[in-house]
């Protein structure tokens, strides 16, 4: 049986590929998403990538995945450096959670450096761009045979 992991993208991310390629790229969201179809599918994984601008929408869907997902993957973008939220619904959530940002926040504005989510993350990603979900995903796939 396959585990089920969700990735999931806060504000903005439906805007890959046009928004600031010059940091973001030019993979769009559906780029993304096939690309972590195939990896996730190849390490016996099923996932649901799901993206949202609103922060309410964020935390249902974490609080749905206590239910039916063995770990979590997400990008929170902005909701990073603010949302006690979506930390506080991680923090409801027992499996694994990884943490991705596409660029390198610690070259980027001082804001950015601080999130909220890595409070919880078992991992993070950041700065490897769209790749880190692949790498996200291969971490999750070890992290849910140790447990």
Request: include cysteine; hydrophobic fraction near 40%.
């Amino acid at each position: 049986m396959h585990k089920m992991i969700y990735i999931l993208n806060g504000p903005n991310l439906n805007l890959l590929g046009k928004r600031e390629p010059e940091i973001y790229g030019h993979d769009t969201l559906a780029d993304v998403e096939a690309q972590c179809h195939k990896i996730a599918q190849s390490l016996g994984l099923e996932q649901r990538l799901l993206q949202s601008n609103y922060e309410g929408q964020i935390v249902d869907w974490i609080q749905e995945a206590r239910e039916s997902a063995a770990g979590i993957i997400i990008n929170p973008g902005a909701l990073s450096h603010y949302s006690i939220a979506v930390l506080d619904a991680l923090n409801a959530f027992d499996g694994p959670v990884i943490e991705v940002h596409i660029s390198q926040v610690y070259k980027r504005e001082p804001y950015r450096r601080k999130s909220y989510v890595s409070e919880r993350a078992d991992a993070i990603m950041t700065g490897f761009g769209v790749h880190g979900y692949a790498l996200a995903i291969q971490h999750m796939a070890t992290l849910l045979t140790r447990g």
